[in-house]
């Protein structure tokens, strides 16, 4: 009998051994489920509906309802998430209330991995390498975009005003977190 | 304690703590406050370094960024070594470990001083005139002997032990410089609400205030009210004050580069610091306050150490409390040397007289000098000065109107101090592209119309009286809050007393002396020993443009970047070409201010933070079997897996062998991977790639080429119909990002009517291949609800089902030659599906096998890579691809440009296969395919091997090569010339296994 | 670096965005019917003008859109920035506000 | 032309270096010319050099918009080599290098050509391939070049960390050209004007063009400069990052466009790098120059540009790379950082030859690495002008080849620079 096959994330080894800095600590979020939203207009509202969160039409902003987000990432692509092991039922509401309206809906929740870091220094930690205005006039609650750090892509979403959820594709995790774990260093005294 | 030339009271340093550092392995005390530079000042040391070429004795010249003279290097062992740091920079630490530079065996005695003996034969660019014959002995001598007298400090020997940070900030007015005018510009700005950042290079907030002993401001002394002001400006949230800070740069769309010195100035920096933070700023609005730099006098010998600046001399005394002499002549054309003297001689220092080149100097300031009792001497020059490591004495002469010098006297001193006026600082504006003005009267640029939403403030922009410096900067600040969409300031004064204020008058170029101006040294470029007469020199030889000026005789190419030079070479050459200095311009400013470590560029980055390491969810895995990896692009992907012993070759042999005989596993996970989802698909895919898409079925596969709109073969790789409207498309581990560019181009600039939406999924999907004739074996266990046989699950077809409990899109796709699948799982069960897929194929002995092996199945088959095969000059015929383009297509891209005449050519080059006639004979790739290996260079060239293994299975050594003409060479024998042979080949068909496909089908 | 107004997200730093070379080159509706001379021109011929040059940029560690500016190559002043298929602005009226300095270019207020 | 020579220079020491006369004249433009060369760089100046000296030509100006060598010649990291791919290339770049070897004696000017050897470093597996494809084109050619080991890297430039675990990219070879190396750039503009001079030509500085006028049959007639108008059958274009502008004047559209790409140096210290290294693969070149700064090449700008200067993000990548290569240089400082303008063609490779105008030439499109091909530039250039026709070394560089599709393409093939 074949066994199903277990998970491992992308940071497994390595959230283990952040060492604890309360300004700007730094944690993984456990596996979630993801979908890329893209389409025409006319398919935006049936989506949030049947996905359960209204997609945000406001550049950069993210819309959350009971454990779903959904995070405008241009004006036709939205990431959208929810729990873990909902993909599929997610799939099939939404393919079905969109039939035949222009859209695309791709899985992508191994994609990403999503970190979060939290601390009255998590936006310093997070300019190391972020060339954002994160002050909280330009970059307020419920912000969230593509932008950079260093030398990767991430998502950057401010969830409270100290608390910022960045989403990773998987093969760049490790250094993403290693270029926060360094930037933090300093404010561990 | 802290040495014979310490004030016994003032100064701003803590006379509580005392510091003891080494100075040329001499041990020095001085006090915490000091500088390096001051701290040395107080023991009576001057002498502080060898100029660059004549290695003269140089001594400290300044107190601040502009010092030329007094460079050393400072710290404790290699990987703490900085050369080239300005003492008058270097805050004093315990411990602190500093070094002369750029003199052999020792600062007082140098034997490099023989090239000051022989400087008539050096004079600007002499090594344009000479060193020519005999020809070999540039490279052989005199080159290597000019490069060991140039340079000034060493290098470090060992790696940088140091960390550093870098931020990017924001804010909507950012003020550099921190003295009275910046202080108030930041008052103004931070009072209207706007985001506020201040930067200085001092270590504490004050400018020139930190050396003002007089002025009072709204009835306080000045130190009180800048520490009134720091305060203030530090009670507010929306303010970020940073102080050991340089703005070292302007850049376009008001992005300031600040460079900030974090533990350099600490005896035990903490561990958990990085040494310096790079900042990258944007600014809304940018107020510039960076004070004024003062010129020194163009005088014969004004190099000899006790020669300083007239203000330096004054923040010695002021500011650290030290004497820089006993008895000083004051040699100026400015009121401020004046303010010097009378505060020295408050001091104790005695001035043995003022030489004030102006014929009737006035004003309060002079009328107080004489009150006070000196000596002052109007319309006199000093036309030269004794001494050998330190000045003894100057002589003074009165100047006649026609230059002549009258009434030379010899004047005994141990300082001569020098003032020709003050030099905005507007670098910084320069470096915005702002336009220089001159000012005649000031004799000086100032900032002039702004190319940047910038403005500047105080002394930077020709200010003097520090009532009217205050009041611009807090006028200022003002209106760059206003500019950047704040107001509601409320109107201030600042009431200054006790100051004298005059109209300060200047000089430029070089003083009249009387003497025989081509024989006399008058430096104007200290550190790099440019004297008036150089720069003559040039003129003479046609170096018209100051910029030639500054190229030939290198005046203000120094680590000082002419702050105290280019404005004196300037009214030399002025004089020299009879043209007015606005005619003659300026050299160009550029960053940084005062220089930057590159290790504050490099910020964070090194190992692997250099760039992303990304690495597959299996890598773990093949990590712990001992692996080889390789970098592809930022990947890194297991190269190989040696057993214990093995070699790469008899890896590569062994995991071969395993495909063709039994089964191996890879993982391929890095290929790129790009969901094309909607009703125009089909469509949308005909255009992108060179093939036909409209009639692929779902559940089929397809190998696609895709060209650049040149024509010129971009990428390929195999394609999944999933659907109707869905492809799962495959790309090059290295094309991935680039393709998906080029798509999402198309599809939003050109046709945005598709109705086609594309998503990048390389990362969703572990990908593992199972390739070799016992792999449907080994899988078919592990899979659910696909039926694999090969009626069902043809080559080139996919299917959706489960394996080991998961969702995956299993390809049935070979790219080795043999049955094969490849396992699409999410990422995270790669790991797990690949161990269990393992743990299936133990029966079967499965092999794990790496790119390497990868390469040379695919060779063996004759397919090509993108990249080795084809090299950007590659179109799909040439590598014998002209079956995957759509003749019947009327357009897609790059399909114009492949129908070009050029491109139809028949000796166009051309894929083949080469076989060596000895089979263990291994060509190496990128070596050249020659008709006539006798022939000389250069040769007529026929192509290159493009690629090359030894093949195990056939026990011939293989190779693929671009060949011009090469399918109509088949069956010819060509050469490779390597060196002392050539290597013949036979010329072949490029599909050396199985070219019926027999085993791929299987 | 440059801050580069996006049409969708505002101004963002450059370090987010691809350059995308001269804008408005479109791709012939029918290439085949063009002949070497004017398809050699498509693909190669750029004004590469000293002053307001129409460019494509994409905000690629963004919003992933791609979009136009207009910029001045001399002072590298970023005058105007509007979506694919927007018309060309008025590139005489851009220049006159480039002569009134750095704020007038900034719109004073609208890079806000 | 005054003889320089080490006596030459002592003796008129002795005279207080008075009696030293101006290295070129600064003449008024005349009303006419045989030729004239547009753009006072290296190449312009080696052109005007070697039309008077090798075609006999003597009536012919340059002129020169600011000061001359005030273009690339005056801001590049002056990197010369000619290990190129391409037979066309290596034909070119090697004719240049050629004249590199005896061009000081030539021109009675030290232009301090090092041949220091330049080491271009591979990091990983495609990089080897193509070096060694590099290695054995040019041993076909006859241009030296040839692979080294990570061991013998480290032997020939013992500066560099050539692995270890604590390097992201480890070094895994190099392809050294001994023959390559460095050359005082001001000095080759300075050496060509002046024995340009000495032949007879008219340097004239502060001289822009402006257009370019054309006869009824569309032949150059004349040139406009903003010191007047200049007849002129015969006209030079050798204008770097201005090319696009000034063909346009004659009516010529051109496959350019033109970039900003920054350089740095370091503060000056003693002898601690021995020969040039480029990386391309981590985008890092460096040498140590004569006055012993760290010359270092940074990269272009992503867009366009004329602001002879560049972002700061782009040093920052520059140095990050250097730091990587060269751990022990962190401490060293960044002593100043400017840009200049580089002409980019699509392929990469330069256009010099005849345009669709007749009298009027071009060369141009050298990109960020055209200060190593300045004598033979201007060489061929000359050759161009005087006969009217190119010589084969330049013929395969037309104007044409885009037309075709027959590029030249050096980039493509190895992503290579400078
Ligand atoms: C930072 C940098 C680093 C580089 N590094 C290297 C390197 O390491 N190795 C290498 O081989 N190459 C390098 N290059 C490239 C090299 O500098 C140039 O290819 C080469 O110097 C071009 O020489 P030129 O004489 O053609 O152009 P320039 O020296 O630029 O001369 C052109 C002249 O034309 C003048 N001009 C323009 N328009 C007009 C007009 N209308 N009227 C009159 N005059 C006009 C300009 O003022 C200029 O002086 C580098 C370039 C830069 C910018
Ligand atoms: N000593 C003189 O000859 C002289 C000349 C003019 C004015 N003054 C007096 O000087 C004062 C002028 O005040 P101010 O505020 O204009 O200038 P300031 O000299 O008092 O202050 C300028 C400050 O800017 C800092 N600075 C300069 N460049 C910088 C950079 N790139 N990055 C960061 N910091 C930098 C300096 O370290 C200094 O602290 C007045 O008191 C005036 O009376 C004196
Ligand atoms: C090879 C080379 C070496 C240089 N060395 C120095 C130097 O030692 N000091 C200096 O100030 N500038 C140096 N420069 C830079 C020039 O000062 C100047 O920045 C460059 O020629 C560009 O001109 P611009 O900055 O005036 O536009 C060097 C330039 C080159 C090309
Ligand atoms: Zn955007």
Sequence with gaps: ?189 | MSGAYRLPSGGRINRQKPISFTFDGKKYQGFEGDTLASALIANGVLLAGRSFKYHRPRGILSAGADEPNALVGVGRDQAHYTPNVRMTMQELYDGLVAESQNRWPSLMFDVGAINDMLSPFFPAGFYYKTFMWPRKAWDAFYEPKIRSMAGLGKAPTEADADRYSQRYAHCDVLVIGGGPAGLAAALAAAESGARVMLADDQPEFGGSLLAETEATIDGKSAIDWVAEMVAALKARANVTLLSRTQAFGYYPHNSIGLSERLTDHLANPPAHLPRERFWTVHAGEVVIAAGSLERPMVFPENDRPGVMLADSARIYVNRYGVKPGKRAVVFTAHDGAYRAALDLKKAGIEIAAIADLRHHPEGPLVEAAKAAGIDVLPGTSVTGTAGRLRVKSATLARIGADGSAMDERQVECDLVLMSGGITPSVHLFSQSKGKLRFDEHLKAYVPGRPAERERSAGACRGLYALSAVIADGFAQGEGAAKSAGFGGVTARTFAVAGTLESDPGSFLGAAPHGRDASRVKAFVDFQNDVTAKDIRLATREGFRSIEHVKRYTTTGMATDQGKTSNMNALGIVSEALERDIPEIGLTTFRPPYTPVSFGAFAGASRGDLFDPVRTTPIHGWAAEQGAAFEDVGIWKRAHYFPKAGEDMHAAVERECKAVRDSVGIFDASTLGKIEVVGKDAATFMNRIYTNAWTKLEPGRLRYGVMLREDGFVMDDGVVGRMADDRFHVTTTTGGAPRVLAHMEDYLQTEWADLEVWLTSTTEEWAVIAVQGPNARKVIEPLVEGIDLSPEAMPHMSVAVGKICGVPTRLFRVSFTGELGFEINVPADYGRAVWEAVFAAGKAYDITPYGTETMHVLRAEKGYIIVGQETDGTAVPDDVGLGWAVGKAKKDFVGKRSIVRDEFQKPDRKQMVGLLTDVPAEVLEEGAQIVADPKQPAPMTVLGQVTSSYMSSVLGHSIALAMVKGGRARLGETLYVPMPGRAIPVKVVEPIFFDKEGVRLNG | MLVIPCPYCGPRPELEFRYGGEAHIARPEDPSTLDDEAWGAFLYLRSNPKGLHAERWRHIHGCARYFNVVRDTISDTILASYKVGEAKPDMDALARILAGGPRAAAGEEKSK | MQKFSGFGLIARAFGAHKSWQAQWRDPEPKQSYDAVIVGGGGHGLGAAYYLAKEHGMRNIAVLEKGWIGGGNTGRNTTIIRSNYLFDESAALYDHAVKLWEGLSQDLNYNTMFSQRGVLMLAHNIHDIQSFKRHVHANRANGVDNEWLTPEEVKEFCPAINVGGKDMRYPILGGALQRRGGTARHDAVAWGFARAADALGVDIIQNCEVTAIRRDASGAVEAVETTRGTIKTKKVGVSAAGHTSMVLDMAGVRMPLESYPLQALVSEPVKPAFNCVVMSNTIHAYISQSDKGEMVIGAGTDAYTSYSQRGALHIATHTLDAICELVPMFRRLRMLRMWGGIVDVTPDRSPILGKTPVKGLYVNCGWGTGGFKATPGAGNLLAWTIAKDEPHPINAPFTLERFREGRLIDEAAAAAVAH
Excluded at chain 1, 101 to 114: C, G, I, K, M, Y
Aim: glycine share 8%; with cysteine; hydrophobic share 45%.
């Design chain 1, 1 to 189: 009998m074949v066994e199903t096959a277990i998970r491992t994330g992308a940071l497994d080894a390595l959230s283990a051994r952040a060492p604890a800095i309360a300004a700007a600590s730094l944690r993984t979020c456990p596996p979630a489920s993801r979908f890329n939203f893209r389409g025409r207009p006319e398919a935006f509202g049936p989506a949030g509906e049947a996905f359960g969160v209204a997609l945000p039409q406001t550049a950069c902003r993210a819309a959350s309802e009971s454990g779903r987000h959904a995070l405008w990432l241009g004006p036709d692509e939205w990431l959208l998430i929810a729990g873990d092991g909902e993909a599929a039922e997610i799939a099939a509401k939404m393919e079905s209330a969109l039939a035949g309206l222009p859209h695309s809906l791709v899985e992508v929740s191994h994609r990403n991995t999503a970190l979060e870091i939290e601390g009255s220094h998590a936006a310093d930690v997070i300019n190391s390498g972020c060339p954002l205005d994160l002050s909280a006039k330009a970059f307020p609650v419920g912000m969230c975009t593509r932008t950079i750090f260093h030398k990767a892509e991430i998502v950057l979403w401010r969830i409270a005003e100290n608390r910022f959820r960045l989403e990773v594709w998987r093969s760049f995790a490790a250094y993403v977190w290693a270029q926060l774990e360094e930037a933090r260093r300093e404010y561990g005294a």
